[in-house]
């Protein structure tokens, strides 16, 4: 549809988010010799002369109509299961109870394995495939791992998956069912990533452990790229974003700096807001506290919002120099209140949140209340993945339709 993506990439190195050291992207690569994440750079100005945004607004509407901002050369690299643009959800009954201003939901679990982690998985395997990688292992909490299980069936990769023993029962089973090696571990996703490093030497396997290689990065930079489409390249006043290892928190700033580089938005930028719990906030602890790094490892990391139960991101210095060149901060929020507000959400407005979702509209909610979100703002809420991923309660009310029914009772 439209105008063909192109058959050339513009990435011109990979960097060392670190210390800028450059790195040639003729190969797979892992992090810098420093340890660092790598970054994918472009030519941005030779970019710039091969694309407008009314060729871009041509293309099927789906994550490849980005491929310039892409590591990979040529439409034939991809792997894909149909990743099409996700919708944004206004958010008017609360927003009204809330005074607030307009608020828009980002729904992420329109994507093929259900979640965002679609995205940043597509993108690197289909580069491990252009590299011709043959086995790639990953720690998950367990949609990344179901992402990597259907993209590498997709591909015709071997996979091996880690997840903690108490990940999502749906997660760990869609894995398996995709045909992963999936093993259940007695620990966290830091326990699980310390086991695919250690058997990287022996099994030969590619560790797509979060951001210990540049790929995943990319593919979650393409959430911002559309995100300043749909707003007809204009950016929100605030991101609230459940983060976890921050692939995407990174990725979005990546976008708008990109974009910002072409000339494509202006200076205006949101303030990005890392949403964690209260049971396990390393992030906003580190940030609070003005430090750099996340110092030492949350203990004990026990919240049931799976998918920021990582009690230290690997990417820490870069999910919170986000934050800081943001004018963002990080906010921290109560499990149980998140359980009851995603029944909420659902009643309210007919938005079946996952969890992760739900901790974005709490965060959101107390933040306005305390006074670091105004009432005049446009604020994005990410729902990282489909709601039918997470547990739901008992429900229904048993009739026996042998006996007489009276209608006039109000239900359960």
Not at 15 to 42: I, K, M, N, Q
Not at 284 to 299: L, N, Y
Request: with cysteine.
């Amino acid at each position: 549809m439209g105008d063909p993506s192109p058959n050339a990439s513009f990435v011109s190195h990979l960097e060392c988010s670190r210390t800028g050291a450059r790195y040639s992207h003729d190969r797979f690569r892992f992090v810098s010799d420093a340890g660092a994440p790598l970054l994918v750079r472009y030519d941005l100005e030779a970019l710039k002369g091969a694309i407008t945004k009314e060729k871009l607004a041509g293309r099927a509407p789906d994550m490849w109509r980005y491929l310039e901002w892409l590591p990979l050369a040529s439409r034939d690299d991809i792997v894909s299961l149909g990743e099409q643009i996700t919708p944004l959800l206004p958010l008017p009954r609360l927003g009204a109870e809330l005074g607030a201003g307009e608020i828009l939901v980002k729904d992420e679990g329109r994507l093929p394995t259900g979640s965002f982690k679609s995205r940043g998985i597509a993108v690197a395997v289909s580069m491990a495939k252009a590299f011709g990688v043959k086995h790639i292992a990953m720690p998950t909490a367990g949609n990344a791992g179901a992402a990597l299980a259907a993209y590498c069936a997709r591909a015709g990769i071997e996979s091996t998956v880690f997840c903690p023993d108490d990940a999502p029962e749906i997660t760990i089973r869609e894995i398996a069912y995709h045909g992963a090696r999936t093993y259940r571990v007695n620990g966290l996703i830091n326990h699980c990533g310390e086991i695919v490093a250690a058997g990287t030497e022996e099994m030969g396997w590619l560790d797509l452990s979060t951001l210990k290689e540049p790929y995943r990065i990319e593919g979650k930079k393409t959430m911002g790229l559309e995100l300043a489409e749909q707003l007809g390249w204009a950016l929100p006043d605030v991101i609230f974003y459940p983060t976890g290892g921050g692939t995407g928190l990174i990725g979005m700033w990546k976008a708008f700096e990109e974009l910002g580089a072409m000339g494509w938005i202006g200076a205006k930028r949101p303030r990005m807001v890392a949403v964690q719990s209260t049971r396990c906030g390393p992030l906003v602890k580190a940030f609070d506290a003005g430090h750099d790094e996340v110092m030492e490892p949350w203990e004990p990391a026990d919240t049931l919002i799976h998918g920021v139960r990582v009690p230290k991101p690997f990417g820490d210095r870069l999910c919170l120099k986000v934050m800081r060149d943001s004018g963002g901060f990080g906010s921290m929020v109560d499990d149980e209140e998140v359980i009851a507000a995603r029944a909420e959400i659902a009643r309210a407005e007919g938005v079946h949140l996952s969890i992760e979702g739900a901790a974005c509209f709490v965060a959101f909610r107390q933040e306005l209340k305390s006074g670091r979100v105004s009432k005049s703002e446009r604020a994005v809420l990410f729902n990282c993945a489909s709601g039918l991923k997470a547990e739901l309660p008992p429900a229904g009310t048993r009739i026996d339709r042998h006996k007489p029914l009276d209608f006039t009772k109000s239900g359960p």
